[in-house]
């Protein structure tokens, strides 16, 4: 865990936190440790970025990859309620002529494109220009849940469907013979092991886990789609996952309150972080490894 470090100047993984709150990009505390800004984390792999989410995180994001030189990027939707879009209309690359952005996404219900979505968040009376305004060349992939995705030759990218209001997606990025998951948005059932996800995040170098409500919170929240951090440490130990970041922070969580959150998790997994905007975690390639 490091600060931020150029992009595209790393052997392997390297995943920065840009936005890790969930709901509304809100905190108790003003300014707060944690952020207030909602989902979006970078993953470099290969001399590419890869982002996912486009919360209010993603406006830093941006400005963090015109920075570097980066006009050619490609964002994973894990799902599009708004504090996981807010911020896509103020993506920087989007409006540079000379990039490249492909945008992709597979939770949609009724077979509804990922394009399609996009111009009907884009749109009046919700949004003072449409999609037309971006100068970029912007591509649309959708995909299914199970669909496995290669955006670099040796960067590949497993999905999988979790349990949410109108579906979500996981990512299962691996390169250089690393491993990360990016499972956000996702209820688990008290009481019971989810075997098809522990064998998805199996084995992963880093879990990036929803982590909004506390075991004692999930009857009282059963049905909004989200998980406890309780449960991200069990996953982690039922599927040998070598670290867990704590996401998807409650608006209504202090720092206090996840500074505890996080203290109680280590105390029996040493590996947990509670997310905090800024934060790079970096996985080098293994010697030898060829994705």
Known sequence: MTSRQRIGAFDGLRLTIFGARGTIPSAPDDPSEFGARSCCVLVEADGRPLVFDAGSGIVECGRALAADGWNDVDLFFGHMHYDHIIGLPYFMPMYDPAASVRIHAGHMLDGASCEALVRDFMRAPFHPVGIEALKARLSFMTFK????????????????????????VAYRIEHGGRCLVYATDHEHTPGTVDEALTDFVRNADLLVYDTTYSDAEMERFRGYGHSSHEEGVR???????????????????SDAVLRETEAACRAVFPGTTAARIGQVFELPARTGASA
């Open 145 to 168: 849940p199970g669909d496995r995705l290669q955006p670099t030759p040796r960067t590949t990218i497993a999905t999988y469907r979790l349990t949410h209001p109108n579906g979500a």
């Open 235 to 253: 996953l982690c130990k039922r599927a040998g996952v070598g670290q867990l970041v704590l996401f998807h922070h409650s608006f209504k969580h």
